[in-house]
T-cell receptor, first 115, second 114 residues
């Protein structure tokens, strides 16, 4: 079975541009989360979605937005890109939102470089 | 609120030696604790998790961790290091109520010397 898949794997954008990152969760998983990992740091939580509803938001500016589609895939959008947005963006999925003990599975990530 | 502190950003061991990676957590509610490994240019892979069933948790690749509530610790160990264990290791905590996002530590880079 396929794991969490993300696209694109690498991309370069210019300051002020907009970017859309895409994620397909493991088949049967209904919860998707997004994390930002800046080089040399641990991942930071951005959003969680479950059944197309936002269930949590981290401490990120409104330039960051996301949504989940009926097939449970998800998009992360970042507007007005800043140099500091350069990072690895990780998508993660879990079966549901019923327990914090559920395993969260991560994708390989999308490397975003802002120049 | 939850937080995780990983002591030692870099740990170097010899092949065959004991691996000990330290993690201390802070949580206002009973925590769920996780260790993830990240190989260069890859995503995160779950090594093991604590969900209150047993304090000693065994994971993949010979790793294990012990939950010690009195010390608020969840240290990761492996009796004998292999070259293939060289990677970045992250400890994470997740609350059982409210927002269930993972809160990660800053990571420990493990080097294994031949």
């Amino acid at each position: 079975d396929a794991g969490v898949t993300q696209s694109p794997t690498h991309l370069i954008k210019t300051r002020g541009q907009h970017v859309t990152l895409r994620c397909s969760p493991i088949s049967g998983h209904k919860s998707v989360s997004w994390y930002q990992q800046v080089l040399g740091q641990g991942p930071q939580f951005i959003f969680q979605y479950y059944e197309k509803e936002e269930r949590g938001r981290g401490n990120f500016p409104d330039r960051f937005s996301a949504r989940q589609f009926p097939n449970y895939s998800s998009e992360l959008n970042v507007n007005a890109l800043l140099l500091g947005d350069s990072a690895l963006y990780l998508c993660a999925s879990s079966l549901d939102d019923s327990s914090s003990g559920n395993t969260i599975y991560f994708g390989e990530g999308s490397w975003l470089t802002v120049v | 609120a939850q937080s995780v502190t990983q002591l030692g950003s870099h740990v170097s061991v010899s092949e065959g030696a004991l691996v000990l990676l330290r993690c201390n957590y802070s949580s206002s509610v009973p925590p769920y604790l996780f260790w993830y490994v990240q190989y260069p240019n890859q995503g995160l892979q779950l090594l093991l998790k604590y969900t209150s069933a047993a304090t000693l948790v065994k994971g993949i690749n010979g790793f294990e961790a012990e939950f010690k509530k009195s010390e608020t610790s969840f240290h990761l160990t492996k009796p004998s290091a292999h070259m293939s264990d060289a990677a970045e290791y992250f400890c994470a905590v997740r609350a059982d109520t409210g927002r269930r996002a993972l809160t990660f530590g800053s990571g420990t880079r493990l080097q294994v010397q031949p």
